[in-house]
């Protein structure tokens, strides 16, 4: 008999398992809006031009070699990342007040934050927005945080429910940590306005407690780098600690490369460098030190003018091809006169659409119109096309009359 014979056989992960359930389907009209994934009006992956030149400049550069990146991963890229998401001129990077890790993507950047924040900060509780994406409750229990939830979304306005999340964060422990999405939030597609931005900031600085960051999507937004990243440069402005994940998954298209950074905002460059010591020690028995591919494209793009320029272009030809999806999805129920208020579907944010549908009709569309998507109605837009968007209409129309 097997050691093993009594493991019991695991769920599929929620989101990855879309993706499962759609391989298996041999139908031809299939539509899989589960997975995060960018798709080109033909449904197909996009690597970006950008990427393809860098990865030429790389593979032509005789000198480059596959030697292990240190513990932190490659110095440009981790600079280059932190003047990203804080921009050019902040106080922050000029007063070495950050220190910015190389980690596996967003989730890794997440993990690595988590398991630095469980052994030296004093507050073990995370609040995390309700609903979230759905790895964050796993990520951060597993470092040995404990999650509790605050109040997001209003599935009334389909909007978001200022007045709770206020009061959740008011009632919090003093020192909690708070994890948000910096744009585009996951699953729902609402984010903050600037003024309630500054309401949350407000709060959370009077209590004294630590933001964490999650940005996923900068760019992929509003289609600017700049815009997508005012929420972070808000917190960072006021002179305040916190925490960013960010990825490069969705913005230079990098999804399997596992590219991201954690960067920790500091109230002192000693504090910083200690802080960085101490992230080695968290780095070091996981994985030893992050892939060298990924990060010498971002760092690569990010460091020539040109190659920086373009990217911006291209992906604000992203963004605006899933604004364009939301338009022709509001206008093709519109024309099919689906009862009910689909507003939100232009008005919600970056990659997703939280429908509003329930289980029960998200089950009907997969099982008679082959659509795949996770059970709480979320859709991504990015996995639309100008010629899938009738089906996904009909399928719609079809389970809410
Ligand atoms: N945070 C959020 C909110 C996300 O939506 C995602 C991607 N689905 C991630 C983090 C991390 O993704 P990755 O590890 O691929 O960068």
């Known amino acids: 008999d097997s050691a093993f014979a009594n493991v019991a056989r695991a769920p599929e992960d929620p989101i990855l398992g879309v993706t499962v359930a759609y391989n298996k389907d041999p139908s031809p009209v299939k539509l899989n809006l589960g997975v995060g994934a960018y798709r080109t009006e033909e449904g197909k992956p ?3 031009n950008v990427v393809r030149k860098a990865e030429q400049l790389l593979v032509n550069d005789r000198s480059r070699v596959k030697e292990y990146l240190p ?7 981790n600079k ?3 003047k990203l998401i804080l921009g050019a001129d902040s106080p922050a990077i000029h007063g070495n007040l950050v220190t910015t890790v190389q980690c596996l993507s967003g989730t890794g950047s997440l993990r690595v934050g988590a398991e630095f924040l469980a052994r030296h900060y004093r507050e073990r509780t995370i609040y995390i927005p309700n609903p979230t994406w759905g790895n964050h409750t796993k990520v951060f229990t597993l470092a040995g945080l404990t999650v509790k939830t605050y109040r997001y979304y209003d599935p009334v306005t389909r ?15 003093t020192g909690a940590i708070v994890l948000l999405h910096a744009c585009a939030h996951n699953p729902t597609g609402v984010d903050p306005t600037l003024q309630q931005w500054e309401q949350i900031r407000q709060m959370i600085r009077s209590k004294s407690l630590l933001p964490f960051f999650d940005s996923a999507y900068q760019g992929f937004a509003s289609g600017s780098l700049d815009g997508d990243a005012q929420s ?3 917190f960072v402005g006021d002179g305040g600690e916190c925490f960013i994940a960010q990825s490069y998954a969705k913005n230079m298209g990098l999804y399997g490369e596992r590219v991201g950074a954690l960067s920790i905002v500091c109230r002192t460059a000693d504090v910083a460098s200690r802080v960085n010591s101490q992230l080695k020690l968290v780095i070091r028995p996981m994985y030893s030190n992050p892939p060298i591919h990924g990060a010498s494209i971002v760092a690569t793009i990010l460091k020539d003018r040109n190659l920086y320029h373009e990217w911006t272009l291209e992906l604000k030809a992203m963004a605006d091809r899933i604004i364009t999806m939301r338009k022709h999805l509001f206008d093709a129920l519109g024309a099919r006169g689906t009862p009910g208020d689909w507003s939100h579907i232009i008005k919600q944010i970056g990659m997703f659409t939280f429908t509003g549908l329930n289980r029960k009709q998200v089950t009907f569309m997969t099982k008679e119109y082959h659509i795949y998507m996770t059970s709480d109605g979320r859709i991504s837009m990015a996995g639309l096309s100008s010629r899938t968007v009738p089906h996904l209409a009909d399928a719609i129309h079809a389970a809410v009359t």
């Not at 513990?71 to 890229?77: K, M, Q, S, W």
């Open 159 to 173: 909007g978001l429910n200022i007045q709770g999340l206020l009061e959740d964060l008011e009632s919090a422990p």
């Open 232 to 234: 972070v440069r808000m």
């Open 80 to 82: 280059l990342s932190a």
């Open 71 to 77: 513990i932190v991963g490659l110095a440009d890229f």
């Open 46 to 48: 996009l690597v970006l």
